[in-house]
């Protein structure tokens, strides 16, 4: 439960209290991060065009620096400053350059909000995380997107013909290396991380569903066949003809293979028996059909990343005691998002899945950043307490239809 902790006007301030608390956390190794974010205005010099700053705690040569980030629309940029400095430096910024400042640490989080006008406030609550990242300034960021991967990133004009990574492009890239990140824990919980255990291993079958331009297919093929050496089919479906068959050049191209893009649309699309089965912003019901054509493959792994909810608002209800909060538009917008999430978490438990909702990327990046990954760990349509919860919530919010309707078909009936 969140703490409201005294505003400004207190003694001391609720800026020192902030400032001290980061001290505090510099001192006993508990900082995890800081954000310095909503500029005041448009600046010059090194904070021109920042949107935010990001502050870990790091050791250079063994004495402890402040590494602050610098995030810009096309780059990042970096400065190392010594502990002490750059406590006065942080000191300088609130209220004058950025009016928001999130303090995480492993013991609890802190949260500092300077209004142009009104009460400067503190608010506390529990930690985000328990562990502190590595003070190494020296040890690189592990990344799936290696020298290795410089021929399909140029191909699909993320890298230029150096390797470098266009500055247009470079969201996409964060995106396609966090979603590297997410597969690979993913492939982890199969049992498909690394390189195989045996040299004939199977066939690992992976469709990855509304693909577009490919940008994730060719990643989650190079995390398998390259990065773990794994035999892997890849086939990206995509509607449009003319990204099927740029996506096939660039695949050629390299000599990708295991690796296919066909014309064909999420809900008839034929496929074999899947392995894996991903869907990244698939519009509205595709989603559903993607769940859906993953369920009936007999998947181990869904990953999908929902865009835009409209089947479940026409009918969502305003049961007590929430009917007050839904009569306002935008509350019952994402409540109806929230629900149907919720429902699809609640249909893939039904079908004998373990989910995880995960953060895909950061909110700058994307705001449909929510993906829900599925496990498959047990028998399909057999756990009658997982139905009676889907029809429960659906009877609570007055939702007479989704689209994974088809999976609650009546269980058979035993024997007698």
Known sequence: MNEIVAPLSATPSAVERFLAQLAASCADD?????????????????????GKILIRLIDLKAVPHLSLTFRQPQRDVTRNLPLTEGLAWVRAQL???????????????????????????LVTHRPGTKTAPPRSHDEAKHSFLDASARDWLEGLGIADVSGRIRPA???????????????????????????????????????????GKGYLTFGAWHLFHRVW???????????????????????????????????????????????ALIALHACNTATDDALRRGVEARARLLVVAPCCHQEVRPQLGQPQPLAEVLRHGLMAERMAEW???????????????????????????????????????????????????????????????????????PLPKTPE
Request: glycine share 8%.
């Open 339 to 409: 629900a149907t999430d919720g429902l699809r978490a609640l249909f893939l438990e039904w079908a004998g899945y373990r989910v995880k909702l995960i953060e895909f990327v950061a909110s700058e990046h994307t705001p449909k950043n929510l993906m829900l990954a599925a496990v498959k760990v047990g028998e399909p349509f057999r756990d009658t307490a997982a139905r009676e919860r889907i029809l429960r919530f659906k009877d609570f919010f007055g939702i007479h239809r989704h689209s994974l309707d088809p999976l609650l078909a």
């Open 229 to 275: 050496q794994r035999p892997v089919c890849v086939l990206g479906v995509e509607t449009r003809p003319e990204l099927t068959a740029g996506a096939n050049s660039v695949a050629v191209r390299i000599g990708a293979a295991g690796l296919t893009f066909v014309t064909g649309d999420i809900a008839s699309a034929e496929l074999p028996l899947l392995d």
């Open 95 to 121: 209220g004058v350059t950025f009016r928001n400042a999130h303090l995480a640490t492993t013991r609890r989080d802190w949260q500092l909000g300077i209004p142009a006008r009104g009460e400067v406030h």
């Open 169 to 211: 492009m470079a969201d996409k890239h964060h995106q396609i290396s966090r979603y590297l990140e997410i597969l690979a824990h993913l492939a982890a919980d199969c049992g498909w991380a690394g390189a195989p255990a045996v040299a004939d291993a199977p066939l690992l079958t992976v469709a990855d569903m509304g693909c």
């Open 30 to 50: 508990s900082l995890v991060r800081v954000t310095l974010s909503s500029p005041v205005a448009p600046a010059t010099g090194e904070l021109a065009s920042v």
